[in-house]
């Protein structure tokens, strides 16, 4: 047991060791093969003196050749090829974007019937939001085209001065002369409790107070800025003037109270906190421009005839003007309560001699229609486009706005008859 050592190669005794070469692989009783000169098989030689042919990498092995020398057919690439060259010039059918091509061209205007690709960034592609957020409806901007009627009505308009806020801006703050000392009913219709009549009942009836002491008589005057004015013991101040123009539409009777009208063109102002009323009148199924305010003194001057306020209405007869009537208007045409002729009338439309331009200054009731009817014509529709330099621009029929200061100016003023 000493000759055995941990780990090394003595482990058997050394008699009983067996020769290496001399061990059987996996079979004991075979033979076992050697690996050397003493081993019984022959020895593959490696090398010159070998019976076994050697594969050689030169002439001598067979060689997959790609050339001509190749029993491979070979694909040709060039000229003396049998297949047909695909060629980029005019051999090659070339697919043609003009007008000999016979294949339809694509069109890209409004003559296709191919629905058009918008943009991929475009407007419309992001929904437009409010400040808070809200999707916004996209406005259309579609062109309305003019009808030669409107463009002729249009002419005469532009022949007007006109009160327009953009060319005016610099009489935005003239200073025109304010009346101080005022009759006390004004004062009073003016703070917007009453009509002037109702004021002189109420004065009469002893409910008035100037600076402390009951006034009965009428025409009494105060200061608007120095006089304590007070109705039932309430001090009055003067109501701020308010100045609005509307594009009346059909259907609407123009009055400040009227029990047995269905409609009233007060209907169309309830969003004005003021106390206004109407300057002046358009019949029912009259349309176009009406103001309104709360100030006596400018509508006075707005519809009283002595200041002969130039009006124009576009007209739309049942049967074509004939000349001799056309003369007629301009000459003076005899109604019930006097003779009245027109001051400029025009056919805005040379192919239709239905539709009329005519400028008036006269302020009696229906006085357009009574004139036209007087010779026989049904007036279908009416629309007063033009009134003392104001005009419907930019506001939708049935809409109304506030004048801005240097309109209200112009006017005040009397720059427009």
């Known amino acids: 047991m000493e000759n055995f050592k941990k780990g090394g190669y003595d482990r058997r005794p050394a008699e009983g060791r067996r020769e290496y070469g001399s061990r059987s692989f996996r079979n004991n009783d075979r033979p076992g093969r050697p690996f050397g000169?003493?081993?019984?098989?022959?020895?593959?030689?490696?090398?010159?003196?070998?019976?076994?042919?050697?594969?050689?990498?030169?002439?001598?092995?067979p060689r997959r050749t790609f050339g001509e020398n190749s029993d491979r057919p070979r694909r040709q690439f060039g000229e003396g090829s049998d297949r047909p060259r695909r060629q980029f010039g005019e051999d090659r059918p070339r697919r043609a974007f003009g007008e000999n091509s016979d294949r339809p061209r694509r069109q890209f205007g409004e003559g296709s019937d191919r629905p058009r690709r918008s943009p991929r960034f475009q407007e419309s592609s992001f929904p437009a939001r409010s400040a808070s957020g809200a999707r916004l409806r996209p406005r259309k901007n579609k062109v309305q085209p003019v009808s030669a009627a409107e463009q002729g009505i249009n002419r005469m308009i532009s022949r007007k001065p006109q009160v327009d806020e953009t060319q005016y801006s610099d009489n935005d703050y003239v200073n025109i002369p304010v009346k101080e000392t005022v009759r006390l009913n004004k004062f009073i219709a003016?703070?917007?409790?009453?009509?002037?009549?109702?004021?002189?009942?109420?004065?009469?009836?002893?409910?008035?107070?100037?600076?402390?002491?009951?006034?009965?008589?009428?025409?009494?005057?105060?200061?608007?800025?120095?006089?304590?004015?007070?109705?039932?013991?309430?001090?009055?101040?003067?109501?701020?003037?308010?100045?609005?123009?509307?594009?009346?539409?059909?259907?609407?009777?123009?009055?400040?109270?009227?029990?047995?009208?269905?409609?009233?063109?007060?209907?169309?102002?309830?969003?004005?906190?003021?106390?206004?009323?109407?300057?002046?009148?358009?019949?029912?199924?009259?349309?176009?421009?009406?103001?309104?305010?709360?100030?006596?003194?400018?509508?006075?001057?707005?519809?009283?005839?002595?200041?002969?306020?130039?009006?124009?209405?576009?007209?739309?007869?049942?049967?074509k003007l004939t000349q001799e009537d056309f003369d007629k208007i301009l000459s003076g045409v005899s109604l019930s309560d006097g003779e009245i002729k027109a001051d400029e009338l025009e056919y805005i439309d040379d192919e239709d001699h239905r539709k009329i331009g005519i400028e008036i200054h006269s302020g009696k009731n229906r006085i357009v229609r009574r004139i036209f009817e007087s010779l026989g014509y049904d007036v279908k529709a009416l629309d007063r486009v033009y009134f003392a330099g104001l005009t419907k621009k930019g506001i939708k029929r049935g809409g109304w706005r506030y004048l801005t200061e240097g309109e209200v100016n112009i006017l005040k003023m009397g720059a427009y008859n």
């Open 190 to 319: 003016n703070s917007g409790i009453c009509s002037r009549r109702e004021a002189d009942n109420f004065i009469q009836a002893g409910v008035v107070t100037v600076n402390g002491e009951v006034v009965t008589e009428l025409g009494t005057k105060v200061n608007i800025n120095t006089d304590d004015v007070r109705f039932n013991g309430e001090r009055l101040r003067g109501e701020a003037k308010v100045y609005i123009l509307m594009n009346k539409p059909k259907g609407y009777v123009t009055t400040a109270s009227d029990p047995h009208a269905d409609k009233t063109v007060m209907d169309l102002i309830k969003g004005c906190p003021a106390r206004v009323f109407p300057v002046g009148r358009l019949d029912k199924n009259t349309t176009g421009v009406l103001m309104f305010t709360n100030d006596g003194e400018m509508a006075e001057k707005l519809t009283h005839p002595s200041f002969a306020k130039k009006k124009i209405y576009q007209v739309s007869l049942s049967s």
């Open 37 to 61: 000169e003493h081993g019984d098989r022959p020895r593959r030689p490696y090398g010159d003196s070998s019976d076994r042919p050697r594969r050689q990498f030169g002439e001598d092995r």
